[in-house]
């Protein structure tokens, strides 16, 4: 059984960079053929891809994003982090860490593992 798990702050102050691990067990980032995948979903609107990086190691943005955010990994962890510069209180959202087929997640059932989310709240 896959399981994947957030972790970061809940509470980011403005223009700071927010950084977000996800741990994996019952997988692997390096050998699973998927995408390992952040998404957001702010308050009272819908999923937001935001990037994801392939078992090989390349990663993809969202156009949305590139400017600003960046995803890696740290192997000896299994582990995959999200790291968003110059955060504004539109940041505000849960953020997930997936595991899925497909590039983009834009519905729940695009991903076939995913964490329980976290809260992070832009605000001064």
């Known amino acids: 059984q896959v399981q994947l798990q957030e972790s970061g702050p809940g509470l980011v102050k403005p223009s700071q960079t927010l950084s977000l691990t996800c741990t994996v067990s019952?997988?692997?980032?390096?050998?699973?053929?998927?995408?390992w995948t952040w998404i957001r979903q702010p308050p009272g609107k819908g999923l937001e891809w935001m990037g994801a990086?392939?078992?090989?190691?390349?990663?993809y943005v969202s156009p949305s994003l590139k400017s600003r955010a960046s995803i890696s990994r740290d192997t000896s962890k299994n582990q995959f982090t999200l790291q968003l510069d110059s955060v504004t209180p539109e940041d505000t959202a849960v953020y997930h860490c997936?595991?899925?087929?497909?590039?983009?997640?834009?519905?729940?059932?695009?991903?076939?593992?995913w964490g329980q989310g976290t809260q992070v709240t832009v605000s001064s």
């Open positions: 990086i392939a078992y090989s190691g390349l990663t």
């Open positions: 019952g997988g692997s980032i390096t050998t699973d053929r998927v995408y």
């Open positions: 997936a595991r899925a087929g497909r590039l983009k997640v834009t519905a729940r059932e695009d991903g076939d593992y």
